[in-house]
């Protein structure tokens, strides 16, 4: 891409906790929000090797009330430019805060997903992704339910008793 870019890498994160989706982070862009630059997201496998596929991006400067990223690129065959408006808060103890908005519910967040079958990057609660943990907890609830029916009790009586004995 052309124009003033400096040629930034930036490394899409693959979370663990947000299972096989992409994942862009406030604190890459928080410096270089004044900036106004253009460079590229690559996507890194688990092999720590560049796939193919890249996002560019262009960081428009902070003006005096926001800042704006676009993202572009290619996805399940369709050519995506996303623009992504940044939000600034003033946290008690002094300087600015920088969040993403997100572009579905418009919510001031840290983080944006692209799950793999989705074209659009979005808060982990528009893309109602749940984290592994909340998914093995549901798995136990039919196992809670056996043991209160064998127990004569309800199944929210053996999760709080579970819960409350279990090594944390
Ligand atoms: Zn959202």
């Not at 003033?4 to 906790?17: D, P």
């Not at 720590?48 to 991006?57: L, T």
């Not at 572009?72 to 002094?94: A, M, W």
């Not at 997903?113 to 592994?132: D, G, M, Q, V």
Request: glycine share 6%; hydrophobic share 35%; aromatic share 10%.
């Amino acid at each position: 891409m052309g124009g003033r870019g400096s040629g930034r890498q930036f490394w899409l994160r693959r979370k663990t906790t947000v299972e096989r989706c992409w994942c862009i982070s406030i604190a890459d862009f928080t410096k270089i929000i004044k900036e106004g630059v253009s460079g590229n997201i690559n996507w890194k496998n688990e092999h720590k090797e560049v796939d193919e596929s890249s996002i560019s991006f262009v960081l428009l400067p902070e003006t005096d009330s926001e800042a704006m990223l676009i993202l572009s690129y290619t996805i399940n065959d369709s050519d995506v430019d996303e623009p992504i408006l940044f939000q600034k808060t003033y946290p008690h103890f002094g300087g600015v805060r920088w969040w993403f908005t997100c572009p579905v519910c418009k919510n001031r967040v840290g983080r944006l997903y692209l799950p793999i079958k989705s074209n659009l990057f979005a808060c982990r609660k528009c893309h109602n992704l749940t984290y592994r943990s909340s998914q093995n907890s549901k798995k136990y609830n039919m196992l809670y339910a056996m043991i209160a029916d064998s127990a004569g009790t309800t199944a929210e009586m053996v999760k709080k008793i579970l819960d409350s004995s279990v090594i944390k």
